[in-house]
């Protein structure tokens, strides 16, 4: 009876389970891999064969800008993220279920929230008549408006406010996996809460900060819609850069490597925090 | 009179409408291994928390040698604790688990050095400095989780039910290994447990707690021997409970009437009670003899199983009126009754080793 | 310590008032959105001279902003429903199977995610350019299905890992066909995941900009590009009436998922 039953189960799964993967296989194939591949052989056959896009690309004061602005947007912007979503984090961590249910409403929704809503809202309140330079020129703190729109200040702002969730949510987790009990112990060895903070909570969170850093790190260096809203021209950052390559100048050629520069300092930074994920279960787990 | 030490001063500690302790007073003199023993939510981790400064007691004062520790944050209480759950920082090597506490002290390197390698050898890890908690064994945690409690020589360890997640074999090895560390170091042990043959082994005294209160403290042998109340016997060593009624008593002895109206004369009964009034008899399972010695009562019962165990025989029996007794009487290679096939048969009793108590409102 | 709520002292007021600073940063430009969406300022003056619904009756008179919500709905749909039944099939195959290559496969269907839009959007566009998709349905489907993907995959395979496959053979030792065991014992149970499933990769089309951009055409507007357009051009109140709606559907969204998750799990 149980030989039965196994003969009538076994040689169904595995090919019933690999036929599955065809349609996702087929979508990820044709429409993902396919294009991006033609893109990438573009970057160096447009419009003539050879690496001159890439040189241009690497050559070029103006183009040199961009990449280094890219990284200084995205570095501010996670530092900002991680120095914010931490307490924010800690709190979420070990408050009582329901002030921590409304907070998390509070995260989904801004989360949930359309993205151009959200750049919308921003671009709505940094403007130089906006709310913000209204209230502080009422309020007699400043004279003239702050420029707080059209630049990095914007940027950080609105890419700070749409990362936040990534780093908080993922950050709980790893918060909430550390035993109070831990930093009991570390009271009564005799450590202060800034010595236990620094030695033992920090250090235990650390798995986490490094990986959701890196995470909005990666997602940041290739952001389009709230850069190029609150951003200005003289602080571009790549993605827009290539989107204008494409759109108005038509220059295949030269979007294309970009994009491929883009999409390789991406993958690397992506397998490194995959890496990063593999190491602190590996610790954990064992 | 022992020198003052630690004390408990009418410790209470209420949740909301929930009173989890009940004016706990207790002295605990110097190098004292004491054990607060007692079923889950007695009462005994919430006094030992007041101790280690987790939780603020509703009223009532915890002293350390005539000084308040309530108003100490729990990191400048110089205690030392160990806890249920292995809480060895896990990104630290056993050996800076066991610095931890003498680094956070800011202690020279030297004496820190010093230190780690003493406790290493103390709990028998010297092999193990350089290895992360996680590739070391439950058992061994703990051993680093004691290391480190004693590693700035604390007057006081606590030990919240160190052991409950280890299995049986490696219980009974840390036991022995706790003992001696005891001895050796002289710290004053504050012991939380919910198994009575841990505090038996290792404790001077124990303390038995039972919703929020001490139900009674002494030796091993007080709560064993002279149970007083029918919680501490019934919760300490295996007990028989035999409905009664109370005759008369004096000095501490008494005589009941048994519910087949048999009675039982010179039974031990600390409590006051008035003539027929509704009583428990407690009988050990070991004070319980196949054949008729001097001076025992006997019950006439059924035997339903027996079992051999050794040095030991297990009896189950049923009275006349119902009860089931177990009853562990030492072997003797004459006996071979069979099961079931003798109704009507006889076991014996010392009335000495038999209490009786008050029956207890509902039971 | 650091870690009991109860026991942090000041620490714990500082850290919540911080707290509560970010919890206002993430609302307050939410809520102010709808404020505005109401307010008569048309230079969206805050706080406004005075209430009004005409931004609403501007939107709704306008053919081409329903014009593309309908656009956008219709392709969200049909991409919520691709993504969930590709991504239950692919689940299945990756959770249950045992074979060479099962992370790099799984990794290769998650790369969308990943992978800046932006390169995506102009590997996609030149590609249906030749195909004759640029600026179709079937192009925005497919395009928002590659995305949706992964976001529908995750919540599946979570659900599938945690389900014990135990049950799904008793059922087939029961007599139910492979197939009938899957349908009415396996998915039944993982109901949450698909439905989180479809939620996420509704949004995830429904929001998407970056393709939408390159794909529109004159005639083919989602509402994400719609909305784009207009914000390039100037800050009109109407927009802040469209949002407005937008929030409404999404706190729509988030109670429907609640009242659901709390349904299915008893």
Known sequence: MSVEAKQGIAPLRIPAGLGGLLPALILIGLFFVVPVLALLLRSVTDPAPGLQNYAALLGDVTYARVFFNTFLVALVVTIVTVLVAFPVAWMLAIMPATLASVLFGIIILSM????????????????????????????????????????????????????????????????????????????????????????????LSLPGIAAGGLMVFVMSLGYFVTPALLGGTSNMMLAEMIAQMIQSLLNWGLGSAAAFILLVVTMALYALQLRLVGVRRSTGGA | MTQLFLSIRKLRKAFGAFTAVHDVTLDIPKGEFLTFLGPSGSGKSTTLYAIAGFQDPTSGDVLLQGKSLLSVPSHKRNIGMVF??????????????VAFPLRVRRRPEADVKRKVADMLSLVRLESFAERLPAALSGGQQQRVALARALAYDPPILLMDEPLSALDKKLREEIQAEIRRIHRETGVTVLYVTHDQEEALHLSDRIALFRDGRIEQIGTGEDLYLRPATEFVAGFIGNSNFLAAEHLESENGTASVRLADGSI?????????????????????????RMRPVEGNASLTVEIVDMAFFGDRRRVVVRTGWGDEIDARPIS????????????GRQIFFDPAAAFLFPAEQGA | MLLDYDRLGWLKVALLAFTALAAAFLLLPVIFIVLLSFGSSRWLAFPPPGWTLRWYQELFADPSWIEAALT???????????????????????????????????GLLLTPMVLPVVVFAIAIYAFFLRLGLGGTTIGF??????????????????????????????????????????LRITLPS????????????????????????????????????????????????VIAAASSLLVALTLALMIVTALLRRKLQT
């Open chain 3, 72 to 106: 956008s709905a219709r392709i969200a749909t049909t991409t919520a429903i691709l993504a969930v039944v590709i991504g239950l099939l692919a689940s299945f195959a990756l959770v249950r199977g045992q074979f060479r290559g099962r992370e790099v496969l799984r």
């Open chain 1, 112 to 203: 949930w929230t359309n993205l151009l809503t959200r750049t919308y809202a921003w671009m709505v309140l940094l403007q130089r008549t906006g709310v913000i330079n209204r209230t502080l020129m009422g309020a007699g703190i400043i004279d003239q408006p702050l420029p707080l729109i059209n630049n990095l200040t914007g940027v950080t702002i609105g890419m700070v406010y749409i990362m936040l969730p990534f780093m908080i949510l993922p950050l709980v987790g790893t918060l909430r996996a550390i035993d109070p009990m831990t930093l009991r112990a570390a009271a009564l060895c005799g450590a202060s809460p800034l010595a236990a903070f620094r030695r033992i909570l920090l250090p």
């Open chain 2, 84 to 97: 249920q759950r292995y809480t060895l920082f896990p990104h630290l090597s056993v050996a800076e688990n």
């Open chain 3, 141 to 182: 489907v497919i395009a928002h299905t590659v995305l949706a993907l992964p976001f529908a995959m995750i919540p599946i395979a979570t659900a599938l890992e945690g389900f014990d496959k135990s049950i799904e053979d008793a059922a087939i030792v029961c007599g139910a066909s492979p197939l009938e065991a899957k």
């Open chain 3, 190 to 237: 993982i109901r949450i995941g698909v439905f989180s499933a479809a939620i996420f990769s509704f949004l995830a089309s429904w929001d998407e900009v970056v393709v939408a951009i390159f794909m529109a055409s004159p005639t083919l507007q989602t509402l994400p590009v719609k909305i784009w357009g207009s914000l390039r051009s100037d800050l009109t109140p």
């Open chain 2, 332 to 343: 003797d290679s004459t006996d071979r009754s069979n099961v079931g096939a003798v109704a």
């Open chain 2, 264 to 288: 039982v004369k010179g039974v031990k009964a600390t409590h006051k009670l008035e003539r027929g009034q509704k009583a428990r008899l407690m009988v050990r399972p070991e004070a319980f």
